[in-house]
């Protein structure tokens, strides 16, 4: 399988390259220079499968010249056997025909793990095979850092040092990452805020001696690797009820398009999707791109569902790409005035295009708390994130009876525990596995937000490891 750019300059690449690439060279996107597809035979073949071998089956004609297929189903059983709960991916019963998958089992108690515990395993393959290290360098709010050092500890060939602005995550998030001891993994909390942490990264990686020296890499949101990853779980719910034979839906909250973009590919490799439901909090872009294809950006607003606080959605640039035809030329032209002017400028054609598919719903806080209330009185505790998915779905039940609306449930609810109490008045325990969070030892190293100082601990980070993995 051979990669192209959205914006069609950057060298198209095989898989290796594209998961080492993440973003491509001309600032697109790579994606599959031609969508695989499995027959209705081949997908019912797959019912049935554990979690991890439907991913290996799902993901083998995107990766086969980097991985054979049984190096592939090792690391997919490895990424996945650290989950929670036996089914990795289960579904729950919320109302009629709809229906919550649970994608909040993993290490760091969000969906995000389901592509990083792959990713990690696959950079480590691939980076031992070249004899080659890398260095990750991240900088977080709270969220992505946690599930980046889960997906990177103890990983023989990456080190990986993630910034957070000190004093500033909640206690959750912090020992999430903190109470990670592992060699390889640096915490750093800097004096300052978090766009001072973003800041302090994006220099590191301007700094080209610095850049090339400790070969920087990011798991960002935008590697394919992480779409691909996500296709199995869509499929795995869609076999569960009845696919290929019988159509389904899916409603996900949206932030950064990267979810809902695997189930669109899900759908292009041919499972019966009848529709895929955004749910947005206020900032809600998405929905009023698909409502009235006005596609403009507005500044971020804090809501209850943080990592849903988006006004670009990265991934969205591999939808535009196929709404467009495939024409890179108006992909990337399209892209530049959304940058230039805040306003994307969709044609007509393409704008149709989503909205035979696509539904959008944006949730308020408060909506967000009522729904999260509703669910509790059913008997099901949902975080914020899930609680707007659910909300979406509620609003858009296609009309055939027979189709099943399934939510994402991209978070645990104890991720997000204020929340939660205010819309429940109780406090959602965490799982017995990370029942002892708060008192588990943590490590991190202070700093100033001042690059010199920040180069410096990364270097000797490294340096140290490195040492460590020849001895
Ligand atoms: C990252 C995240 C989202 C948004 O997912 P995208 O792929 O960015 O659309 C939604 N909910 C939770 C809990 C998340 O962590």
Redesign the pocket.
């Known amino acids: 399988m051979r990669y192209v750019s959205t914006r069609g300059q950057a060298p198209i690449l095989g898989f290796e390259d594209t998961l080492l690439a993440g973003l491509a060279a001309d600032g697109g996107l790579y994606v599959p220079e031609a969508w695989p597809s499995f027959s209705p035979a081949d997908w019912r073949a797959m019912r049935g499968l554990p979690y991890p071998e439907l991913t290996a089956r799902i993901l083998q004609p995107f990766v086969a010249d980097a991985f054979d297929q049984a190096t592939l189903t090792r690391l997919c059983r490895e990424a996945y056997a650290g989950f929670g709960h036996p089914a990795v991916a289960p579904l729950v019963q919320l109302d009629h025909r709809l229906f919550a998958l649970e994608l909040f089992h993993g290490p760091t108690l ?3 793990d389901f592509a990083l515990q792959l990713l990690g395993r696959m950079f480590d393959d691939v980076l031992t095979r070249r004899g080659s290290r890398i260095t990750i360098v991240g900088a977080t709010s709270g ?1 992505t850092g946690s599930a980046a050092i889960e997906a990177c500890r103890d990983r023989a060939n990456i080190d990986i040092v993630i910034l957070h602005p000190k004093g500033r995550t909640s206690p959750i998030q912090r020992r999430q990452m903190t109470s990670v001891l592992s060699h390889n993994v640096g915490n750093v909390a800097v004096e300052g805020t978090f766009d001072d942490c973003q800041d302090l990264v994006k220099a590191m990686f301007a700094d080209v001696a610095f850049r090339d020296a400790m070969r920087l890499s990011a798991v960002n ?1 935008i590697n394919w690797a992480r779409v691909a990853a996500q296709i199995a779980y869509y499929a795995h719910a869609a076999l569960t009820f009845g696919a290929p034979d019988r159509q389904v839906a899916f409603a ?9 973009l695997a189930a669109w590919a899900a759908r292009r490799m041919g499972l019966p999707i009848h529709s895929l439901i955004l749910g947005a909090n206020r900032n809600d872009i998405l929905a009023r791109f698909i409502a009235a294809n006005d596609m403009s950006m507005r500044a971020v607003e804090p809501s209850l ?1 943080p ?2 606080d ?1 006004q670009v ?1 990265s ?1 969205f640039e591999r939808l535009l790409f196929e709404l467009m035809e495939r024409d890179a030329a108006a992909t990337s032209a399209a892209m530049a005035r959304f940058r230039a002017e805040g306003r994307m400028p969709v044609p007509d054609a393409a704008w149709r295009r989503a909205t035979s598919l696509f539904r959008a719903s944006a949730c308020d806080d408060d909506a967000t708390i009522a729904e999260i209330a509703r669910l509790d009185a059913d008997g099901y505790l949902a ?1 914020p ?1 899930t609680a707007i998915g659910v909300a979406a779905a509620r609003a858009h039940m296609p009309a055939d009876p027979d189709i099943p609306v399934i939510v994402a449930a ?2 645990h609810p104890a991720k997000f525990p204020d929340a939660v109490e205010r819309a429940t008045g109780r406090r959602p325990a965490l799982p017995a596995r990370l029942a002892d969070l708060e008192t588990r030892p943590e490590r991190f190293t202070e700093l100033p937000a001042d690059l010199a100082t920040v180069e410096d601990f990364v270097r000797r980070h490294a340096l140290r490891n490195a040492a460590r993995n020849i001895a």
Do not use: L, R, W, Y
């Not at 996900?252 to 809902?260: E, R």
């Open positions: 969000a969906f995000k969220d949101s996900v909250p949206t932030g950064n398009f990267g979810n809902v569902s990592s849903m988006i959605s991934n975080d994130h991209t978070a």
